[in-house]
T-cell receptor, first 113, second 116 residues
């Protein structure tokens, strides 16, 4: 049973560029959430997708956007990258919209120079 | 809003010592509570959970009890091993009233170092 997978593992971008991160949820899961984890901090909720719609959003600017596909996989897009966007981006999945534990992928380490 | 407060680390223990990592929370309603562990260079792994007051979550020798009266969910282990060295995150999940869904609110994490 494949767990949550994310790609790429590492990414280096220049300030002002755009980036797309990808996530495939755990088998049987239909809800995908994205988190940003700055160095030495706990993960911060970016947004959650269910039925191809953004259901909830954390305190992140509109530069952060996402998408969910019919196969439940998801993308996170960040435009106009800032140095402060450097972080580990974690994708998590769960089934349905109740309070279920979320299963995390290994993350994508984004470095903005 | 919801928040989680964890004791600051690093916590350094000798192997076979007793571990306690304190966690308190603030939330509206009745959240579910979780402990996640993060090993170096990896994502988060669910360690244990509790969904209602007085529930005790346990896994791999770790346990935590959901205390509603003290809004706490302290993590304990009777005898730590070197392999337990990691960062531990306390988190809560509260159902979102508008629009459905849930999100995890994390503490800042507590680094545990276990030495021989």
């Amino acid at each position: 049973d494949a767990g949550v997978t994310q790609s790429p593992t590492h990414l280096i971008k220049t300030r002002g560029q755009q980036v797309t991160l990808r996530c495939s949820p755990k088998s049987g899961h239909d809800t995908v959430s994205w988190y940003q984890q700055a160095l030495g901090q706990g993960p911060q909720f970016i947004f959650q997708y269910y039925e191809e719609e953004e259901r909830q959003r954390g305190n992140f600017p509109d530069r952060f956007s996402g998408h969910q596909f019919p196969n439940y996989s998801s993308e996170l897009n960040v435009n106009a990258l800032l140095l402060g966007d450097s972080a580990l981006y974690l994708c998590a999945s769960n089934r349905g919209q109740g309070i279920y534990e979320q299963y995390f992928g290994p993350g994508t380490r984004l470095t903005v120079t | 809003g919801d928040s989680v407060t964890q004791m600051e680390g690093p916590v350094t223990l000798s192997e076979e010592a007793f571990l306690t990592i304190n966690c308190t929370y603030t939330a509206t309603g009745y959240p579910s509570l979780f402990w996640y562990v993060q090993y170096p260079g990896e994502g988060l792994q669910l360690l244990l959970k509790a969904t209602k007051a007085d529930d005790k979550g346990s896994n791999k020798g770790f346990e935590a009890t959901y205390r509603k009266e003290t809004t706490s969910f302290h993590l304990e282990k009777g005898s730590v091993q070197v392999s337990d060295s990691a960062v531990y995150f306390c988190a809560l999940s509260a159902h979102i009233l508008t629009g459905g869904g849930n999100k995890l609110t994390f503490g800042t994490g507590t680094q545990l170092k276990v030495e021989l």
